[in-house]
C-alpha cells in the first residue's frame, strides 16, 4: 500500500519540523515552499494523477480529464508559491488524500483548505 521511501520522507520531515521547532501558522520560507511542493507532486501522483508542469500563459492551471485519466495542470511560469496553491485545492477536494501519509504541515494545509 504504502511504499517505504514515503514512510521514512514522512518520519524524517516530522523529525526535522519537531526538531526546528516549525511552527505551521508563522509563514512559509522559500524552502518550506518547494519541499511542500515536491511532497504534494508525489503525493498526487500516488493518487493516480498524472501532473502536467507546462507554459500556460494567464491560466492558473487545475484539474481535470483527458480521456479517462485524471490530470493536474500546472502553470510552470507561475512562482512555486502559486503553483503550490493550484495542486493543494486539487488536492484537498480528493477524499483519498486523507488516507495517504504526509507531514504535518502538509496535512494541516490540506484541512485549512477543507474547511
Same mark, same amino acid.
Given at each position: 500500500?504504502?511504499?517505504?521511501?514515503?514512510?521514512?520522507?514522512?518520519?524524517?520531515?516530522?523529525?526535522?519540523?519537531?526538531?526546528?521547532?516549525?511552527?505551521?501558522?508563522?509563514?512559509?520560507?522559500?524552502?518550506?515552499?518547494?519541499?511542500?511542493?515536491?511532497?504534494?507532486?508525489?503525493?498526487?501522483?500516488?493518487?493516480?494523477?498524472?501532473?502536467?508542469?507546462?507554459?500556460?500563459?494567464?491560466?492558473?492551471?487545475?484539474?481535470?480529464?483527458?480521456?479517462?485519466? *485524471?490530470?493536474? @495542470?500546472?502553470?510552470?511560469? +507561475? #512562482?512555486?508559491?502559486?503553483? &503550490?496553491?493550484?495542486? =493543494?485545492?486539487? %488536492? *484537498?477536494?480528493? @477524499?483519498?488524500?486523507?488516507? +495517504? #501519509?504526509?507531514?504535518?504541515? &502538509?496535512?494541516?494545509? =490540506?484541512?485549512? %483548505?477543507?474547511?
Amino acid at each position: 500500500m504504502w511504499n517505504t521511501a514515503a514512510r521514512w520522507r514522512i518520519a524524517a520531515l516530522n523529525s526535522a519540523c519537531r526538531h526546528r521547532g516549525i511552527d505551521s501558522r508563522k509563514p512559509q520560507t522559500m524552502s518550506d515552499t518547494l519541499g511542500l511542493l515536491e511532497e504534494s507532486l508525489q503525493l498526487a501522483r500516488d493518487l493516480g494523477y498524472c501532473v502536467r508542469e507546462e507554459p500556460l500563459g494567464d491560466l492558473p492551471g487545475g484539474d481535470c480529464w483527458i480521456g479517462h485519466a *485524471a490530470h493536474i @495542470l500546472l502553470n510552470l511560469e +507561475q #512562482p512555486s508559491a502559486q503553483r &503550490l496553491d493550484v495542486l =493543494l485545492r486539487v %488536492l *484537498a477536494q480528493n @477524499l483519498k488524500t486523507q488516507l +495517504q #501519509p504526509m507531514s504535518r504541515l &502538509l496535512k494541516s494545509r =490540506l484541512e485549512a %483548505l477543507r474547511e
